[in-house]
């Protein structure tokens, strides 16, 4: 797991930023490994995950699926900040995603939970 660490990722990105635009699929996927996978600076993370979902609205479109993913983590990132703007913000593109790929009432559903366990968390 050596290989997978904070550290070692960072590098690897700073190595990419001159040579390969933002684009590049390997890229893309090496800032989701970092920002998705593994814990670090919660200011850091949030920084790198908006910058991975204008990736990946660039190459995929804003209503690729696996964006849910990226703006749940924004939404848990941004709870622990006490941002509760950014917060809003991140659930209503997360529950405008899910309307487009799983229909209104699943959304409607996970958007419930989501705001459930947002402002009563267990």
Not at 38 to 46: D, I, P, Y
Not at 77 to 105: P, Q
Request: net charge negative.
């Amino acid at each position: 797991m050596d290989w997978f660490s904070q550290e070692r990722l960072k590098q690897l990105l700073r190595k990419q930023e001159g040579a390969l635009g933002d684009t590049n699929l390997a890229r893309i996927r090496l800032l989701a490994l970092k920002c998705l996978l593994l814990n670090g600076n919660t200011l850091e993370m949030r920084e790198e995950l908006m910058t991975l979902a204008s990736w990946v609205k660039r190459v995929w479109g804003e209503n690729y699926e696996e964006l849910a993913d990226i703006y749940k983590k924004l939404i848990e990132i941004n709870a622990e900040l006490n941002d509760k703007e950014s917060c809003k913000h991140y659930i209503n593109e997360l529950f405008r995603l899910k309307m487009i790929c799983v229909g209104e009432e699943d959304a409607m559903k996970e958007a419930l939970e989501l705001l459930r366990n947002f402002f009563f968390p267990i």
